[in-house]
Structure formats: C-alpha cells, structure tokens
C-alpha cells in the first residue's frame, strides 16, 4: 500500500524559509514523478513544481521560480521542497502527490495523473 507524508510546515515570518519533505512508501521510488501542491483558505489547489523521474524540475508557476526548489533523497524515498523568501501570500497547506509508474515524466496540468495523496502539511507566513 502507497503510503504519502508530508511534514515540515510551520510559522515562519515574512522573508524565511522553510523545508518540507514528502516521504513515500510502499512502492519503487527511482521511476515516479512527484509534484507538489498548495491550497490556501477560499481558493482552488494548485500545482507549484514536480521532479519527475530523470530529475528534471517542472515549474506550474511562475512566483515558485528563483525561491522554491524540488529534490530528493532515494535512500530515504523522500522528496523535498526547499523554500525560500516566503511571503504571506505563500500561506497555505502543502501536500505532495506521486505520480505512479516506470519513467514518470511531469506532466502539464491538463493531463495530471496524481493519484496518491498526503494530507498535508500546513505553512503560515507572517508580517
């Protein structure tokens, strides 16, 4: 059974930094595609950046790029979301999602296949 966890959110004011990680069990790891997501109060989830299985990042959008970066740990089957200069408007849960298969590529929206869910890990940047 896939199992998704993320942890590493917390209060971090205006400015900081924060790292969350996304341990994934149940399943071979090298060849998945893993993205992560954001849902703040009142709006729709939406993908901020995924590494897919060549390790090649794919940005969803474009306030991510130069602050957030994506990587992972094979031996701990964990993928990490390093970020950086948080803002208040960063605020929201973060969950982590995986991509199942062999060479998992990041797909465009249109055509997500995430399908094995965390339940998220909360991030609140203050003033």
């Known amino acids: 059974q896939v199992q998704v966890v993320e942890s590493g959110g917390g209060l971090v004011q205006e400015g900081g930094s924060l790292r969350l990680s996304c341990t994934i069990s149940?399943?071979?790891?090298?060849?998945?595609?893993v993205g992560w997501f954001r849902q703040a109060p009142g709006k729709e989830r939406e993908g901020i950046i995924c590494?897919?299985?060549?390790?090649?990042?794919?940005y969803y959008i474009q306030s991510a790029k130069g602050r957030f970066t994506i990587s992972r740990d094979f031996a701990k089957n964990t993928v990490y979301l390093q970020m950086n200069n948080l803002t208040p408007s960063d605020t929201a849960m973060y969950y982590c999602?995986?991509?199942?298969?062999?060479?998992?590529?990041?797909?465009?929206?249109?055509?997500?296949?995430?399908?094995?869910w965390g339940q998220g890990t909360q991030v609140t940047v203050s003033l």
């Open positions: 999602a995986a991509d199942l298969g062999i060479r998992k590529i990041c797909r465009p929206p249109s055509r997500w296949n995430f399908n094995n």
């Open positions: 590494l897919g299985w060549s390790g090649e990042p794919t």
């Open positions: 149940g399943l071979t790891f090298d060849d998945i595609a």
